[in-house]
């Protein structure tokens, strides 16, 4: 559903970052594109854009990973972080005013769980303290799911629905105690380590201390994470938590869903090798944020082909007045973000210049301030 998106002078967003244990795939790189377009369009209508990105290098994902490869898991987290850096700025991206780390934020992750223990929302069992969704009415008002699809989720997503200790099989764990080879930290529950979701609860609150104007994430996120984040949040600290919910789609690979497990992820890291990494920007964009897309290999091709044609047209300068192909770009990226009709408009000017049409000498100039609104940089 579209809604108005009316923010102040100031706008906070929380981006779901990545848990480190793998490369910048495309999945990853459409997410962030796709709020790193949003962040430039904001900032060009005179917004200040405080955008916080989280870490979780502590969850059941990283910790049997590093365990596999048989090193510590903040090691595994920092190789990552590197690489993950590294992506994010081939691709231009903003980066964020905070980057907090799950392993640096326990304190508060502490003090959220004691304050839904002191409401009456926690149960402790064999020194797992879970949510007990059975005092939150409104649990599944964010996803709008069916019990069926929220259990289906549950289980494939990092719940535990089958444990016949929950009292619900939709309850979540907040805290948990840890592996013999796990990270460990005392606690009032026990000594262990946060479930997953009470993560970006408390980084985010600890980082703005009021509501969110904006949470975004993949789809992939809308059950159960931003699901259990919302509701643990605004019943512990008994506010709003974020007033607009945002969530980019999935990206396959040729036919097949894109995963870890099926060895046909498309690294970042190796398109820029071969590419430019404004080729991987302009491919990308030529999606919807919200649609579920397919990636071929031909498609890096095509942005570069893109881009060599903007960087020709620059370099020739006269054309046809540049001035409506910037008014389309901000009026496409105002339509909820519409990225593909804006890509669309900067390739009809860059096709018009080099076709010779029209003797307007800041055409190449007006190209690139455009070229530049949506990310894309050049050398000179």
């Known amino acids: ?28 790189a459409n997410t962030y594109l796709t709020y ?17 990105r989280n870490v979780t290098d502590v969850d059941d994902s990283i910790l049997p990973k590093a365990r596999e490869l048989g090193i510590d898991f903040l090691e595994l987290a920092a190789r990552e972080m590197e690489r993950f850096h590294g992506d994010m700025t081939a691709l231009n991206t903003r980066p964020p005013i905070a980057e907090p780390r799950a392993t640096e934020s326990i304190e508060p992750i502490i003090e959220l769980v004691q304050h839904l223990a002191d409401k009456g929302h926690t149960y402790t069992k064999d020194g797992i303290t879970w949510f007990d969704v ?7 008002r964010l996803s709008g799911y069916a019990e069926d699809t929220m259990l289906a989720l549950a289980a494939e997503r990092g719940g535990t629905p089958t444990d016949l200790r929950q009292r619900n099989p939709l309850d979540f764990i907040l805290w948990q105690p840890s592996a013999d080879d796990e990270p460990t930290w005392d606690s009032p529950f026990g000594p ?40 643990q949040s605004e019943l512990g600290y008994g506010q709003t938590f974020a007033r607009h919910w945002m969530h980019c789609g999935m990206v396959a690979y040729q036919g097949t869903k894109m995963s870890k497990s099926l060895g046909n992820l498309v690294f ?26 397919e990636w071929f290999d031909g498609d890096i091709d095509d942005g570069q082909e893109r881009y060599n044609r903007i960087v020709a047209a620059i370099e020739m300068g006269t ?5 409506p192909t910037l008014n389309a770009i901000r009026a496409a990226l105002d339509d909820d973000l519409d990225a593909p009709t804006a890509r669309q408009a900067l390739d009809d000017l860059a096709r018009a210049i080099a076709d010779g049409n029209g003797d307007h000498p800041d055409s190449g100039a007006g190209l690139r301030e455009a070229a530049e609104l949506v990310g894309l940089t050049f050398d000179s």
């Open 1 to 28: 559903m579209v809604v108005p998106f009316e923010p102040g002078p100031v706008v906070r967003m929380y981006v779901c970052g990545i848990t480190p244990y793998d490369s910048t795939h495309l999945g990853h």
């Open 36 to 52: 790193d377009l949003l962040i430039r369009r904001l900032e060009d209508l005179g917004h200040e854009v405080q955008m916080v």
């Open 134 to 140: 059975a005092t939150a009415p409104e649990f599944g």
């Open 192 to 231: 262990g380590r946060p479930g997953w979701h009470i993560e970006c609860s408390a980084m985010s609150w600890a980082e703005f201390g009021e509501p969110l104007d904006l949470h975004g994430g993949g789809t992939d996120l809308i059950f159960p994470h931003h699901e259990c984040e919302r509701v």
């Open 268 to 293: 970042v890291s190796e398109l820029v090798k071969t590419h430019a990494p404004q080729a991987v920007r302009l491919a990308l964009m030529g999606h919807h944020y919200r649609d579920d897309w």
């Open 319 to 323: 054309g046809p007045d540049p001035a």
